[in-house]
């Protein structure tokens, strides 16, 4: 199942928010080669080029769907290709991530594999949800737990790859990354209702659940989860604190 950009972009204020806060973490130089992992529909690439004057930009992404959006975009200094993020090739001065980490496993091997990819003097700066522990991402494993859809999914369970704090703080160490900066942010959203509760979850990570469930049962999946939700948040509006990491290192070299 392809990712859905109207849906995605339906947060676009709540979801680009820690954008700044991400970009005032790189170093800028002066003809950099940047890759953004997981570009998504390409406007915060674009803003990564705008930024980074003279630098060589290209964004990566898995999505058709996300890359034809981003596609209008493209410009000298600015392209798209479809890939993977965790098969990343060449050589970078600056490795952007956005809200997009969290969708790989196993980030220890990750991280190592990405500061391969860094020219000496090169920068790492990713930014990843960390709101794994929120309702939100509980309830949406326990009805993923109920039947009919605990026999659906036979044995399935999504599992956070996302670290601590601290753990990343000591994985950039080990990985012998300088000027190492980690940071947790709150980012508090008010949303509508529960239902919009629903909706922003639809946009990322009720996404692999969905695309393992087949009509009907994929229906009535969101509507189990959305009736939990009504349960659990019925107030109007919602506050909807949501945690970020942001994390930043330096390959050592000139």
């Known amino acids: 199942m ?17 954008f700044e806060d991400t970009f005032g973490l790189v170093h800028p130089r002066t003809g950099m080669r940047v890759v953004d992992l997981g570009c ?7 803003q990564l080029a705008e930024r980074l004057p003279g630098s060589r930009v290209l964004g990566v992404d898995s999505s058709p769907a996300m890359l034809e959006r981003a596609k209008p975009l493209a410009g000298p200094n600015l392209r798209f290709e479809r890939g993977e993020l965790q098969a990343l090739e060449g050589e970078w001065d600056l490795i952007f991530a956005h809200a997009s980490l969290q969708w790989v496993d196993d980030h220890p091997s990750l991280l190592a594999r990405l500061r391969e990819r860094l020219a000496p003097g090169g920068q790492l700066v990713a930014q ?7 309702y939100t991402h509980v309830e949406l494993a326990s009805v993923a ?7 659906a999914f036979a044995g ?9 704090p601290s753990e990343y703080a000591r994985l950039l160490f080990d990985l012998g990354f300088e000027a190492i900066a980690v940071r947790l942010v709150v980012y508090p959203h008010v949303l509508a209702d529960a239902d919009a509760l629903v909706e922003w979850m639809r946009g990322t990570g009720m996404r692999p659940y969905v695309e393992r469930l087949k009509e009907p049962l994929r229906q009535a999946f969101l509507d189990r989860y959305t009736e939990v ?14 945690e970020r990491i942001l994390l930043a290192g330096t390959r050592p070299g000139n």
């Open 156 to 164: 399935w369970a999504r599992k956070s790859a996302v670290l601590g």
């Open 40 to 46: 998504g529909t390409g406007a915060l690439t674009a």
């Open 145 to 151: 737990g109920e039947p009919p859809f605990r026999e």
């Open 2 to 18: 392809d990712w859905n950009p109207t849906r995605y972009l339906t947060f676009e204020a709540e979801r680009t928010a820690p």
């Open 229 to 242: 939700l009504r349960e659990r948040a019925p107030e109007r509006p919602v506050f909807f604190p949501f």
């Open 128 to 134: 990843v949800p960390a709101n794994h522990g929120h």
